[in-house]
């Protein structure tokens, strides 16, 4: 990305150099193409990430080992991997703790320095994930989509049990995945909204137990799902000031509203939120172990991603798609 | 009360009837007033109760026995209790997982019906808790205050460890509970937070490790004393716009922001609170075991209750300098 | 029974009476039998319940509302209900906190009072699940099989992430449940292991990822599937010196052995049990919402018992039947 | 050590080197002496660690850096340092969830390799915990005796409340800091059982709330104390057959015994495990943060170690007095 508010350039690249011991240099399989890519484009995480441009961005990868720094142990060249998005220290209390989206020295390759869309990108050895026997191109979503959507299904199915309702609003690159994941780490009824009746049809065939469409009264529908209470917990995978409102106002007395998707306010009357106990809380992307978790679900085959493949150079066109909100499931780069 | 926005009167009544088999009449000796009487006299609550005029707030008590259904088990005429302030049906799922004020048929004294600004009060046996060799004067505002504290400080102290930095905004009724709970339910630095200068003095000599006046810019304070970082919980016993702001901005990341007191909104930007992964959460008053826990604490000369007798005539006084924010410690009255 | 180690009588029975204001009289479809009614005639639960004979024994019962007392709201004749074996008093604070098999005041119709193996059977409102649209003799065995193999599984399943091992050992009455229900409640591999062949397959069918034939060396068969390391939990459904030993041995570091079926001596050294960290921990039937939970769960179709019916006046053919191992999942009595 | 069941030698050592990036030299400070240093001499942990004698003793150290491996950032010559006791890899599935101890790499100086009986030890990166601030002569029993009753108060805690019994079997170098930590991590009434009157007296001084002399019969004491119901947890630091057997049996019902101290067997009857639900439970050191949070809780001024230093070469002097039971407090080794 060379300027903010344009499009991506494809260029040359060299090949990358490894810095510290514990590097290792990946060669790209997939790379999924991700909503954030276009908050960055319009330079949204500019404040948070300081980054100078050009630089590459791409924080969804897997890929083959290519080059291992001299401190790293456990893996060699050709190694199928799949990438924790973070490079983290391993040594802060949030890496002690396993939360490695805290670390207090927190690299993000896509963000903050070069990433994913190209031929080869660099990270720590604490981030890979053993990939053998899957197919890298279609798990690379895992990356970001499948991990960040795991670690929403898990605060979400906290507050559930048999029989509770967990909403899923927006059925694309993660809320596909939160479906299949809230069947197998929840025994809640599944409600899906979205605007558009494909991804309705997609969220039913992945497990939903009711769809709502929200181009009607997305709040009346799931109030009469849940004969009047609402959900006990709903993800909001879009992030607009409409689905913020919807999953705010669809929550029942004790209710999450767990936000991955960003973009709105969160606005609320706290005699509200005091009255009837809510809590809304913020997701972001997920640790380590829990990438480890859902590529072992892959591997068992409770979850699967729908991806649409395409070369490198086609990343502009991707993106096109993205924002109009055409796209089903998650595209991804084939370098 | 017999008008929204007016005084209250005080007037003869007539000794209540036992109606149900699990009922009890309690004797009061003491009564708390509560900022929710202020917004009950405001006319806030009627929306949620829909309770009809004139009726007895009060819903902080303590008293003893004065007579019991015939169902009512181990409970005898002038036995010392305290009352949980919910009158709770035992059998929905909320009761059955302890989680009183969450129970699909609960009752709420003072609020929804007769309360204890009175000399005596109607409840349920469930609601009752035994307080033997305690003063029951003092320890009535461990009825709501207290419990809506400890409920609180659970919620604040799930995200602290030794060293953390927990917030207390407000050292009135509740907040002055709260900072002596603190002290023995988490090993976190306690910062209280207010703009009266004798109620900072206050909270120092119950165990706050930092005080903060509000007056001037309390976020930068806050920032000043976790060297930038903010705090990893923090409770608004307050509720004014000011404060739900303050307490907001003052979180460090993961960090959890626990409301109290209500009155003004959240507003808060969503990709904040994914960035920084952000908890808002609403505490409302507490449940059973909380109220049993902390009758049980303030045995153990753990948590004191700082309060002022009046007489019930003098009702109008008190809720008067409530408003004014004068008040130290806890108003109780003593019918 | 009127005798120990003597067959049961079956006798004509007075018709019951209220005698409490929250009781309900329940008319039997379903009483399911169960290991325990073996060790109650075997005198090994005398010590423990100071029962008088003769009594009716019978602790898994489904039926329809006969008869309810003055205090009871929410049930009327003909209502279908599963009954929680215990009765409970509602206050204590193991009932407060949801532990419904820890109630101070615990009462265990057909353990210290008549139970189920009757037309009639007397239990308590709290004890009561509704069983709306199930077949109540095909479900009677959730009331106690199925609720101990839930509680059980919950225990295993916080030991546990996708692709852990955990072991069931016995694939009997409530072995073949929680097979079904580690299924749903975890995502680890299920190693199943019996002496019973046709039990195996059972495990099998019903989705265990492994199966491991007892009568052969059933650590050495568990060491091997989990490449060494051994199970992160394991579940004893049998109870005898051997299965104990089994289970035992069969744990890695940091694993958890829960002990259901009872009749041997847990004997392990102490050094091992630090240098692996291990737990081992007894396991009480289930409480109400755990009942409330699998009911749900049977109603959703994710929980299916295999049972065999018998008029009231075979069951000292079940008993026989169940002593010698060869009954396939639950034998439910008819009245 | 050159021979098991042989005094120790003190002997010339050369200057350790540094073989891999991320390991540091530690001058050491503080030594601390250990039962598990008399179990290391009788040979009872050979078949655990397989080391080649002749090596060095001594697993509880603090001391300062005087080298660091090329790849280790944030620690400099002669930063004070305490040394959390194991070396781990960091990468494992233990390591990310913070579980150091069940690291699948895992190294121990003074177990598996050379320790702290010496002037300089080597450890890694990921061992160290700063000790600004602190003197390390008297800190340095917190790395093993501290952490290690760190570990097992917070097991023991997860069963108490405010007013519940929790029980400490042995006053010694890690029961003494255990009663300390009960003050601070629960609100239970502490009871500390010994045979040693002078360590009774310790007990009380450090906040046991009641003392049981186990001389006289340590069960019966408790059931007392706990008016008949027995204990919520207990701690057993000693590890004879007799303070097994004290601990086992002075459970309640759901109670929960954690083994510290070990040398004899676990005997107990499944019937009365479930029947009671008991949890019996071993507990292994402690984790990085839980050494980190001990540090601050010393800082704070809530945790003092009752020391007693002696020169590295009366170590066997030392070993001697600890096994006839007579040290107050814990030796350390000042080399």
Known sequence: MFEYHKPLKVVEADYPKITRPDQVIVRIKGAG?????????????HEKTNVRLPYTPGHENAGTIEEVGEGVEGFKKNDPVILHPAVTDGTCRACRAG?????????FPGLDRDGGFAEFVVTSVRSLVRADGLDLTEIAPLADAGLTAIRAVKKAATNSYPGAFIGVVGVGGLGHIAIQLLRHMSNASIIAVDIVESKLKLAEQFGAHYVVDAKKDAVKSILEITKGKGVNAIIDFVGTQATHDTCYKSLRKGGKFVIVGYGGM????SIDMIASELTVEGSLVGNYLELADLVELARQGKVRVVTNKYPLDRVNEVLESLKGGGLMGRAVLTP
Chains 1, 2, 3, 4 share one sequence.
Do not use: F, K, S, Y
Request: aromatic share 4%.
């Open 33 to 45: 193409v991700c909503h954030t890519d276009l908050h960055i484009q319009e330079g949204m995480w």
């Open 99 to 107: 939360e490695d989206m805290h670390c207090e020295n927190l690299g």
């Open 266 to 269: 969160i606005n609320a009357r």
